[in-house]
């Protein structure tokens, strides 16, 4: 460590040189299986020979040229992102964080738009995530992430999770719109039932509210399907995505409905680096990938093969693997022991994995793996629930 840096993210000992495909390399040139994905982010993997030409590409043409000329890469991706979702139109920031901010101040417009600016609150649910900035810690409701920010950005309601009844119960007159993970990441890989996610779309129809989606984790072909709620077969008003959209380029997205965006007209939003020609070369390069045929399909296979053999680990090592729960290659391992000391030992044995909330273990492997991998990283997480649960 050193102390030049804001020690924000607590110790770190782990130092990566080098990555390819599913990948990564320390200095001494020991491999590692990335199976975190740099939090669901490398969703084509390391250095995917697609993302490495369209970036040398951009970066001999053109870095940034801002917000106040027109980019043809973030025309493309925004109009491919349209094309195979509910959206109409895209707004580009940076991060899941600012997408969801920006998803926000969508929400709230909207109803100022047509008159009612006293329709500001939305809901969300326990045990959310949606970002660090003070609206979207505010959104996630976590104690331990408000706590010594001064006074939370007033106007979001928690419910409890999966509960309908509650859900109704806490719209007023000043809901604005409904916030969502499909599947909670940071929260421990928590899905929402699909049916509840249906009855949560006609519930904004029956109030007149909006349905907002936060996909930032679980977009972008993670759980085998563009984004997971057409699983649900329902349509969100607006949606944040990010993380594996740039595949490891940072960048943001909001998606919305002409009808839903109709208030963010010129000088109601915007952002300095969002959507330059290098992270939309970035978004590009990713949508080659995972939008050519039989992709998505190559996901769903490899996901359910990842499960079943998780689910057999699980039932192996019961103490040490409670039990897996997610969709596609999003899932989580409820773990017996603390998950950092799971997630530390798989490290120790080349298997990189990410601690989530509620003891849970995260698995966010590139979507380009295989059979192979999926075999290696079983393999290391049963020689470590092994050795954890024999030393227990």
Same mark, same amino acid.
């Given at each position: 460590?050193?102390?030049?840096?804001?020690?924000?993210?607590?110790?770190?000992?782990?130092?990566?040189?080098?990555?390819?495909?599913?990948?990564?390399?320390?200095?001494?040139?020991?491999?590692?299986?990335?199976?975190?994905?740099?939090?669901?982010?490398?969703?084509?993997?390391?250095?995917?020979?697609?993302m490495?030409?369209?970036?040398?590409?951009?970066?001999?043409?053109?870095?940034?040229?801002?917000?106040?000329?027109?980019?043809?890469?973030?025309?493309?991706?925004?109009?491919?992102?349209?094309?195979?979702?509910?959206?109409?139109?895209?707004?580009?920031?940076?991060?899941?964080?600012?997408?969801?901010?920006?998803?926000?101040?969508?929400?709230?417009?909207?109803?100022?738009?047509?008159?009612?600016?006293?329709?500001?609150?939305?809901?969300?649910?326990?045990?959310?995530?949606?970002?660090?900035?003070?609206?979207?810690?505010?959104?996630?409701?976590?104690?331990?992430?408000?706590?010594?920010?001064?006074?939370?950005?007033?106007?979001?309601?928690?419910?409890?999770?999966?509960?309908?009844?509650?859900?109704?119960?806490?719209?007023?007159?000043?809901?604005?719109?409904?916030?969502?993970e499909?599947?909670?990441g940071?929260?421990?890989?928590?899905?929402?039932?699909?049916?509840?996610?249906?009855?949560?779309?006609?519930?904004?129809?029956?109030?007149?509210i909006?349905?907002?989606?936060?996909?930032?984790?679980?977009?972008?072909?993670?759980?085998?399907?563009?984004?997971?709620?057409?699983?649900?077969?329902?349509?969100?008003? +607006?949606? /944040? !995505? #990010?993380k594996?959209?740039?595949?490891? *380029? =940072?960048? &943001?997205?909001?998606?919305?409905?002409?009808?839903?965006?109709?208030?963010?007209?010129?000088?109601?939003?915007?952002?300095?680096?969002?959507?330059?020609?290098?992270?939309?070369?970035?978004?590009?390069?990713?949508?080659?990938?995972?939008?050519?045929?039989?992709?998505?399909?190559?996901?769903?296979?490899?996901?359910a093969?990842?499960?079943?053999?998780?689910?057999?680990?699980?039932a192996?090592?019961?103490?040490?693997?409670?039990?897996?729960?997610?969709?596609?290659?999003?899932?989580?391992?409820?773990?017996?022991?603390?998950?950092?000391?799971? +997630?530390? /030992? !798989? #490290?120790?044995?080349?298997l990189?994995? *990410? =601690?989530? &909330?509620?003891?849970?273990?995260?698995?966010?492997?590139?979507?380009?793996?295989?059979?192979?991998?999926?075999?290696?990283?079983?393999?290391?997480?049963?020689?470590?629930?092994?050795?954890?649960?024999?030393?227990?």
């Amino acid at each position: 460590m050193t102390e030049a840096l804001m020690p924000t993210y607590g110790d770190r000992t782990m130092t990566f040189v080098r990555g390819e495909g599913a990948y990564l390399f320390d200095a001494t040139g020991r491999r590692f299986l990335d199976f975190g994905g740099g939090i669901a982010v490398t969703s084509i993997g390391h250095s995917h020979p697609t993302m490495v030409k369209a970036l040398q590409e951009q970066a001999a043409k053109v870095l940034h040229t801002s917000n106040l000329y027109l980019i043809p890469g973030q025309i493309k991706a925004a109009e491919r992102l349209c094309a195979n979702s509910f959206a109409d139109v895209v707004f580009f920031g940076n991060s899941g964080a600012e997408a969801n901010e920006g998803l926000i101040k969508l929400v709230r417009k909207y109803h100022a738009h047509h008159g009612h600016p006293e329709r500001y609150r939305i809901i969300t649910v326990e045990g959310a995530f949606h970002g660090r900035t003070l609206a979207t810690i505010a959104a996630g409701g976590s104690k331990k992430h408000l706590e010594g920010f001064g006074p939370p950005v007033e106007g979001f309601d928690q419910v409890p999770f999966g509960n309908m009844n509650a859900l109704r119960d806490a719209i007023t007159k000043e809901t604005a719109g409904v916030l969502i993970e499909p599947i909670q990441g940071e929260g421990g890989i928590r899905p929402m039932d699909l049916e509840y996610l249906r009855q949560v779309r006609k519930a904004c129809d029956e109030f007149g509210i909006l349905m907002a989606l936060d996909e930032v984790q679980s977009g972008i072909g993670r759980t085998g399907k563009l984004f997971a709620y057409q699983w649900a077969g329902i349509e969100p008003d +607006v949606l /944040a !995505a #990010a993380k594996g959209l740039g595949g490891g *380029v =940072p960048v &943001g997205a909001v998606l919305a409905t002409k009808e839903a965006a109709i208030g963010m007209v010129a000088g109601t939003h915007g952002s300095t680096f969002g959507g330059n020609p290098l992270s939309t070369a970035a978004v590009n390069a990713v949508l080659d990938v995972v939008l050519a045929d039989g992709f998505m399909d190559h996901v769903q296979e490899v996901a359910a093969d990842l499960r079943k053999k998780a689910e057999a680990l699980c039932a192996k090592h019961p103490g040490v693997l409670k039990s897996v729960r997610g969709a596609g290659l999003m899932l989580g391992f409820v773990a017996g022991p603390p998950n950092g000391t799971v +997630v530390a /030992a !798989a #490290a120790e044995n080349g298997l990189l994995l *990410v =601690p989530a &909330g509620d003891n849970v273990v995260r698995m966010l492997p590139p979507l380009t793996i295989g059979t192979a991998e999926v075999d290696e990283a079983i393999a290391i997480l049963d020689k470590t629930a092994s050795a954890l649960a024999s030393s227990s």
